[in-house]
């Protein structure tokens, strides 16, 4: 696939693209996301982060971004759950 040539996973819907998401945010952005709060919100380092993923065929996008999400989206969920737990302990 050249590059510059859209895949149809970067432009899906994570809930669309992986069985286990319910995030509406479309695994582009998702990636974007990530890249820039992980490089401390630099453009250019995002943007070179970003454009192996244009070159990719749609199994690959999937595969890696698949990795990548799953982890930050169960990280933030244990967080959540962590913060769950601490609250109540507070307030009971």
């Excluded at 996973?9 to 693209?17: I, N, P, Q």
């Excluded at 070159?55 to 990280?75: F, G, P, Q, Y």
Aim: hydrophobic content about 40%; glycine content about 4%; cysteine-free.
């Amino acid at each position: 696939m050249a590059v510059g040539t859209a895949t149809l996973v970067l432009d899906m819907k994570m809930s669309e693209a992986f069985d286990w998401s319910d995030d509406a945010t479309i695994v582009r952005e998702a990636l974007w996301d990530h890249y820039m709060e992980s490089n401390g919100h630099n453009t250019d380092q995002t943007v070179a982060a970003m454009k192996p993923y244009l070159s990719m065929s749609d199994s690959e996008v999937r595969t890696k971004a698949e990795a990548l999400l799953k982890k930050i989206t169960e990280d933030k969920k244990s967080r959540r759950e962590q913060a769950i737990v601490h609250s109540d302990f507070l307030i009971g």
